[in-house]
């Protein structure tokens, strides 16, 4: 089996470097490494010498994350897909892990693998054990009305993706059976700082939506939700492991955020059935509630509401709008 390693790089010389290193330190090496240039202020191409086949393709006309990983995924020659970020570091382990659980699978083709991200605090922004608690806590009264619902679909381990469109993801390897020796487990999603998939698969669903806004927001649960319907399954291991640097969040990202999720949401959600559109209804006037009363505090939660705004937009834009003006092209 030939792995192909998809990096988009914003620019981060060092932090790629770093990234790179840990690859070509690998117990068994990638069939090639793809490195997507993605900002204008990219760095130079890293002139260090690598045991395996480096690709450095220039992306700057088509921003976005999911662009550049689409770009990276067409030029892509092994028969697997791995997605990783710039600012990781894989285990020594890595590839050969991969190789090992997709080995034991009889239709590796239509499986997708999520691996483990262990967070580190490189950032001095890190959230502190305070902060955190509070973000549990708004986290609990954002999502109050359907808290009790959350139970019975969220999974124990990798993404889960509920039916009124939220998305959320856990790494439980502190659990032990949940550890690294524990069995993979089915889930809906994962992150593209760890993310496998056939390649074939990937190109038979078109890949990442061009249409999500900039931000790393959204990209990977949408994806995952198509290629489940496409008959994929989606499993979570601990031993696959990448460290990634905790990073703290902006207004501006929470903005994204709003957007892609509203515009997720009405994509692959709401319109699923009755239930599904209640339950999504629910969910986001409550959120818009809870963020005009906390914009009397912080007027920067008024930013998640002009997200939502914008995510409403652009669902509208690209499916209606955007096909009506196709229409009278033709």
Same mark, same amino acid.
């Given at each position: ?18 990234? *790179? ?10 069939? &090639? ?17 690598? !045991?395996?086949?480096?690709?450095? $393709? ?44 997709? /080995? ?21 922004? !890190? ?12 986290? =609990? ?8 619902? &959350?139970?019975?679909? /969220? ?29 993979? $487990? ?6 593209? @700082? ?8 990937? *190109?038979?669903? !078109? ?18 939700? =198509?290629?489940?319907?496409? @008959? ?13 640097? &905790?990073? !703290? ?8 955020? =709003?957007?892609? &999720? ?45 997200? /939502? ?12 709008? @955007? ?8």
């Amino acid at each position: 089996m030939k792995i192909s390693i998809i990096i988009p790089t914003l620019g981060r010389k060092k932090a790629l470097s770093q990234c *790179l290193n840990a690859l070509n330190q690998q117990l068994v090496l990638p069939f &090639e490494v793809i490195v997507v240039l993605n900002n204008k202020n990219n760095p130079q191409i890293i002139q260090e010498k690598y !045991s395996f086949p480096i690709s450095w $393709i220039d992306a700057q006309k088509q921003k976005g994350q999911s662009r550049a990983k689409n770009i990276g995924a067409q030029n892509a020659r092994g028969d697997l897909l791995a997605f990783i970020d710039d600012d990781c570091k894989v285990k020594n382990d890595f590839i050969e892990k991969i190789k090992s659980f997709y /080995k034991s699978q009889e239709n590796w083709q239509k499986i997708i693998l999520v691996g483990n991200i262990i967070f580190t605090h490189h950032y001095p922004k !890190s959230f502190s054990p305070k902060q955190y608690k509070q973000n549990i806590l708004k986290d =609990r009264i954002l999502n109050l009305p359907l808290l009790i619902l &959350e139970s019975f679909f /969220k999974k124990s381990a990798g993404g889960t993706i509920f039916p009124w469109g939220r998305c959320v993801i856990q790494y439980n390897t502190k659990i032990p059976q949940y550890g690294q020796n524990a069995k993979p $487990i089915a889930c809906d999603w994962g992150g593209a @700082g760890n993310l496998m998939i056939p390649r074939k698969l990937f *190109l038979h669903s !078109s890949g990442f939506d061009n249409h999500l806004m900039h931000g790393c927001h959204f990209e990977e649960p949408e994806l995952c939700l =198509r290629l489940k319907n496409l @008959g994929a399954q989606i499993y979570f291991s601990a031993k696959v492991i990448v460290d990634h640097p &905790e990073i !703290s969040t902006q207004a501006q990202n929470f903005y994204h955020l =709003r957007a892609n &999720e509203m515009y997720f949401g009405l994509k692959n959600c709401a319109f699923h059935s009755p239930i599904s559109f209640v339950l999504f209804c629910i969910y986001h006037i409550w959120q818009t509630f809870i963020y005009i009363l906390l914009s009397f505090w912080k007027i920067e939660y008024f930013k998640r509401i002009q997200g /939502k705004i914008k995510g409403v937009r652009h669902f509208l834009i690209i499916n209606f709008f @955007g096909k009506a003006r196709q229409g009278n092209k033709k």
